[in-house]
């Protein structure tokens, strides 16, 4: 089974829907991470956080909100989607500074 | 603004030859390097990590790094068409929330 897993794989949703994509874990890390990603362009952290009272916003927060239900639990919501919202999205942890992310399987979202 | 920078690709290799990707970085007070793999799609996969000044080798990797030029770079030896995927190289330090990304560069061994 995946340390970090993103549900669902694949979605496709209309202009002015909310969507909330989920993730969890099994590694027991404390931080968790929100990242899209663009053809072609690098990862963008959209908000992280290092414990369930700790909400942080990232460089592209705006649209998005989030919610740490558990330690092992952090979901990404989109309030309004929009077109160029239509991205690669991965959640991911960290057991602290100066580690490594471990990265979900990502969610793949089309907004039309 | 930390800003990680790779060298812009594509990199095209034939099979066999070593392919060498290179990562500078801006923060002085970086301190952990990685290289993640990431096949088109999927998720990026951790396969270096590096702290020290000089070089790391695990299998056909070799990871160096050079904190006075601030620099580092991965060495891909024996290069197979599986190693064909975009690198990217992540920096960090003790004292921040996050990790820098570079925008990554596409390597394609070629038969």
């Known amino acids: 089974d995946a340390d970090v897993t993103q549900t669902p794989r694949n979605r496709i949703t209309k202009t002015g829907k909310r969507i909330m994509l989920e993730c969890s874990q099994t590694k027991g890390h404390d931080r968790m991470y929100w990242y899209r990603q663009d053809p072609g362009l690098g990862l963008q952290l959209i908000y992280y956080s290092f414990d369930v009272k700790d909400i942080n916003k990232g460089e592209i927060s705006d649209g998005y909100s989030v919610s740490r239900q558990a330690q092992a639990k952090f979901s990404l919501s989109l309030e309004s989607a929009i077109p160029n919202q239509t991205a690669l999205y991965f959640c991911?942890?960290?057991?602290?500074?100066?580690?490594?992310?471990?990265f979900g399987n990502g969610t793949r979202l089309t907004v039309t | 603004q930390k800003e990680v920078e790779q060298n812009s690709g594509p990199l095209s290799v034939p099979e066999g030859a070593i392919a060498s990707l290179n990562c500078t970085y801006s923060d002085r007070g970086s301190q952990s390097f990685f290289w993640y793999r990431q096949y088109s799609g999927k998720s990026p996969e951790l396969i270096m990590f590096?702290?020290?000044?000089g070089d790391k080798e695990d299998g056909r990797f070799t990871a160096q790094l050079n904190k006075a030029s601030q620099y580092v770079s991965l060495l891909i030896r024996d290069s197979q068409p599986s190693d064909s995927a975009t690198y990217l190289c992540?920096?960090?330090?003790?004292?921040?929330?996050?990790?820098?990304f570079g925008a990554g560069t596409t390597v394609t061994v070629r038969a």
């Open positions: 992540a920096v960090g330090s003790n004292d921040d929330y996050k990790l820098s």
């Open positions: 991911a942890t960290s057991a602290g500074a100066g580690s490594p992310l471990h």
């Open positions: 590096i702290y020290s000044n």
